[in-house]
Nanobody
Framework: QVQLVESGGGLVQAGGSLKLSCAAS????????MGWFRQAPGKEREFVAT????????YYADSVKGRFTISRDNAKNTVYLQMNSLKPEDTAVYYC???????????????????WGQGTQVTVSS
């Protein structure tokens, strides 16, 4: 069983920064692509960023490109999301998800993930 635990959320003013972490249990973390998704009240869960199993490939939603950076440390079983120049529209609960496929390159939709964390709230005030 894989467990994912997000942390690092909080309240920040527009233009500020936060760094989210997602710590995974289990020895197979390094074999799977990981993704960050977010869900605002009344909206569907949407893709934010993804990173391949090796960390060599990353991909971002247009809405965060140039502001957010996804990275991973396979030795620490952790994936990160550095968020800069935050905007009020970035307010949401942020989730990390593990891709279903071993040695996957990316996960860009929620149905491509088989495990999820509990989420961490990010609130950006104007």
């Amino acid at each position: 069983q894989v467990q994912l635990v997000e942390s690092g959320g909080g309240l920040v003013q527009a233009g500020g920064s936060l760094k989210l972490s997602c710590a995974a249990s289990g020895r197979t973390f390094s074999s799977y692509a990981m993704g960050w998704f977010r869900q605002a009240p009344g909206k569907e869960r949407e893709f934010v960023a993804t990173i391949s199993w090796s960390g060599g490939n990353t991909y971002y939603a247009d809405s965060v490109k140039g502001r957010f950076t996804i990275s991973r440390d396979n030795a620490k079983n952790t994936v990160y999301l550095q968020m800069n120049s935050l905007k009020p529209e970035d307010t949401a609960v942020y989730y990390c998800g593990r891709g279903r496929l071993r040695l996957g390159v990316s996960v860009i939709s929620a149905d491509q993930c088989d495990y999820w964390g509990q989420g961490t709230q990010v609130t950006v005030s104007s």
